[in-house]
Nanobody, 124 residues
Framework: QVQLVESGGGLVQAGGSLRLSCAAS????????MGWFRQAPGKEREFVAA????????DYSDSVTGRFAVSRDSAKNTVSLQMNSLKPDDTAVYYC?????????????????WGQGTQVTVSS
């Protein structure tokens, strides 16, 4: 089992920045990749970013490419999401997730473990 705890959400004005962190504990040696997803009210949970745990190759959705950056610290078992140039459309609950899978990292069903989520609100 893997436990995930997110932190760093909050309220920010459009154009501002936030940094989310996700601390992993438990059987972290089994993790292949970590992902960030978000879910706005009335919408499906959508892929934001993912990074392979050991090789560190990031992947981003089109909507955040160039604005968000995902990084990991394997020694500390943490993954971070630096969010810059935030827009009101970025408002959502952000979830950290971990997967054993090497495939379909943009698909929420590929992930085995989820954090509780952290709210990000961007005001216009």
């Amino acid at each position: 089992q893997v436990q995930l705890v997110e932190s760093g959400g909050g309220l920010v004005q459009a154009g501002g920045s936030l940094r989310l962190s996700c601390a992993a504990s438990g059987s972290t040696s089994s993790i292949y990749a970590m992902g960030w997803f978000r879910q706005a009210p009335g919408k499906e949970r959508e892929f934001v970013a993912a990074i392979a745990w050991n090789r560190g190759t990031p992947d981003y959705s089109d909507s955040v490419t160039g604005r968000f950056a995902v990084s990991r610290d394997s020694a500390k078992n943490t993954v971070s999401l630096q969010m810059n140039s935030l827009k009101p459309d970025d408002t959502a609950v952000y979830y950290c997730a971990a997967t054993w899978s090497v495939l379909r990292l943009r698909t929420k069903n590929a992930y085995n473990f989820w954090g509780q989520g952290t709210q990000v609100t961007v005001s216009s």
